[in-house]
């Protein structure tokens, strides 16, 4: 099913706040080097559940940033209640996902390079092996 006007909407607008609200949490946790974009933001029909996708750089910290961020999804959500007070009635719950579609993209380049050729190596054959 397609997403209404008002989904879109809602979505793009806390899109932009919660990348505010994110980056200035990294800022003043003391985490200078990390940058952490919101990918995508899908609402649900009832405007219930907003699902967030997450990409960090660098991606090795990515796991323990994920956690910190499920832990704090109260602070979070009433941080963008009060930027967004004047546009939304009710404030979405949030569920925080990793996007790693970029890392995807880069192993597909790679694979397509040739920088790992099963041909020539035997052991990564099982790794592409479908199940």
């Known amino acids: 099913m397609e997403e209404s006007q008002r989904q879109k909407k809602i979505a793009s607008v806390l899109q932009r706040d919660l990348v505010d609200v994110l980056q200035g949490a990294a800022t003043q946790g003391g985490m200078s080097g990390i940058l952490i974009s919101v990918t995508k933001v899908k609402v649900t029909a009832d405007l219930s559940v907003a699902k967030v996708y997450l990409s960090i750089f660098p991606n090795k910290n990515a796991q323990d940033l994920i956690k910190g961020i499920k832990s704090n999804t109260p602070l979070i959500r009433h941080e ?20 790693d579609s970029l890392e995807y993209i880069d192993k597909i380049e790679q694979s397509l390079k040739g920088k790992e050729n099963p041909i020539e190596d035997r052991d990564l054959l099982e790794k592409r092996k479908k199940s």
Do not use: S
Not at 80 to 99: G, H, S, V
């Open 80 to 99: 963008l209640a009060q930027r967004t007070k004047n546009q939304l009635r009710r404030m979405p719950n949030l569920e925080f996902y990793i996007d």
